[in-house]
């Protein structure tokens, strides 16, 4: 059963090498990867493996038969669906914001075509491509809005990267700290950070150390509050 494993690794990896767009991204994920338990187990079981295989093999998925809305959407659906089961933990809010939530900050900032929407720290993209989608209803052309955006997190990155590539959307998505080290300046002056038509983030309130320095944030352990009069 651990073939299956290193087959599709190697699968991936050669999808990759003959994609330059797709390198980096769709191997992030290492399938024959061992447990960090040190059992001698994978990663990533290879009867899941299998099972998840043989249940998509009979399905078409070509651009002839599945359009870019559909494979896109139903890809945010398995985001969503793993962000649910992990609400109790933080990787859920790593990468994904409520579609609610990103609802009502889109409307309020009513992207318009032709213009540039930018989200610094984009998780896995839904800022953008809900962005995109406010820009389809006005023009009926997604690609009128130009998208930019940044995450600090690698595998993060892969997945914004492979949501755009999914819903059609020519996307710059950069890995990288977007305090630290901002990727998009100024065309005519790259000593200055690039400004943007539209901004759509949910920042990072909960990271204890934005800086990366060392130095996390602490708060005090007590707060006594005080009464006058």
């Known amino acids: ?22 390198k980096g991204i769709i191997n992030s994920v290492r399938w024959n990867e061992s447990a960090p338990d040190g059992s001698g187990k994978k990663r990533l079981d290879p009867e ?3 099972t998840a295989i043989n249940y998509l093999d009979p399905i078409p998925l070509d651009n002839s038969n599945v359009t870019p809305d559909v494979l896109g959407d139903a890809y945010e659906y398995l985001i969503k ?9 933080a990787s859920a809010g790593q990468f994904y914001t409520p579609p609610e939530v990103r609802d ?8 318009e075509p032709d213009q540039t929407m930018y989200d610094p720290t984009c998780g896995s993209g839904g800022f953008l491509i809900d962005g995109a989608k406010f820009v389809t209803g006005s023009c009926g052309d ?11 997190i690698w595998n993060t990155w892969a997945i ?16 990288g700290n977007t305090i630290k080290a901002p990727w998009f300046k100024a065309e005519e002056d790259e000593s200055r950070i690039r400004q943007f038509d539209r901004v759509g983030a949910n920042f990072p309130f909960s ?5 990366l320095n060392g130095t996390p944030k602490k ?4 707060v006594t509050a005080t009464k006058s009069g």
Do not use: C, S, Y
């Open 1 to 22: 059963m651990d073939e299956k494993n290193e087959r599709l690794h190697e699968a991936v990896n050669a999808i990759a090498e003959r994609n330059p767009t797709l």
């Open 48 to 50: 899941v493996v299998a």
């Open 81 to 89: 669906k793993f962000a649910d089961e992990n609400k109790a933990g």
């Open 104 to 111: 009502i900050i889109v409307r309020f900032i009513q992207p």
């Open 142 to 152: 997604a690609k009128r809005l130009r998208l930019f955006g940044q995450e600090t």
């Open 160 to 175: 914004a990267n492979i949501n755009m590539l999914l819903h059609g959307l020519d996307a710059q998505v950069k890995q």
């Open 207 to 211: 990271e204890e150390n934005w800086w």
């Open 219 to 222: 708060w005090p352990e007590k």
